[in-house]
């Protein structure tokens, strides 16, 4: 058995790492939005799969298993659909909800001051 076929499937791609990554390390009342960013990004910037993405979007939920993103609809359904696409589709996402996560942490800043 080699070394790689220990690591999760998100921890194969450095970009695919960093955006779920960063959405489980997300505080919790923003991980919602996140996601929910994701989906929207997938969608709006038509990428080849989006066809498929939305037959896929949510059909495979059971609710809460052992996998930290299960716990929550939208969410796993972002992080089912990240599975799907490529590098570049990857890379844009990864920016866009690196956009994202500053925008609702600055706001999240300015209403607790």
Request: charged share 30%; proline share 2%.
């Given at each position: 058995?080699?070394?790689?076929?220990?690591?999760?499937?998100?921890?194969?791609?450095?970009?695919?790492?960093g955006?779920?990554?960063?959405?489980?390390?997300?505080?919790?009342?923003?991980?919602?939005?996140?996601?929910?960013?994701?989906?929207?990004?997938?969608?709006?910037?038509?990428?080849?799969?989006?066809?498929?993405?939305?037959?896929?979007?949510?059909?495979?939920?059971?609710?809460?298993t052992?996998?930290?993103?299960?716990?929550?609809?939208?969410?796993h359904?972002?992080?089912?659909?990240?599975?799907?696409?490529?590098?570049?589709?990857?890379?844009?996402?990864?920016?866009?909800?690196?956009?994202?996560?500053?925008?609702?942490?600055?706001?999240?800043?300015?209403?607790?001051?």
């Amino acid at each position: 058995m080699t070394e790689n076929s220990n690591l999760r499937w998100y921890d194969r791609d450095p970009k695919l790492k960093g955006i779920v990554t960063l959405l489980k390390k997300a505080p919790e009342d923003v991980k919602s939005d996140l996601a929910m960013d994701i989906i929207q990004v997938i969608i709006q910037e038509n990428f080849t799969t989006s066809d498929e993405l939305m037959g896929f979007a949510g059909k495979n939920y059971v609710g809460k298993t052992q996998r930290w993103y299960d716990s929550d609809e939208m969410i796993h359904t972002a992080v089912e659909m990240l599975k799907l696409l490529n590098e570049r589709e990857l890379q844009i996402v990864m920016r866009e909800i690196a956009d994202t996560y500053l925008y609702l942490l600055k706001n999240m800043t300015q209403d607790n001051e």
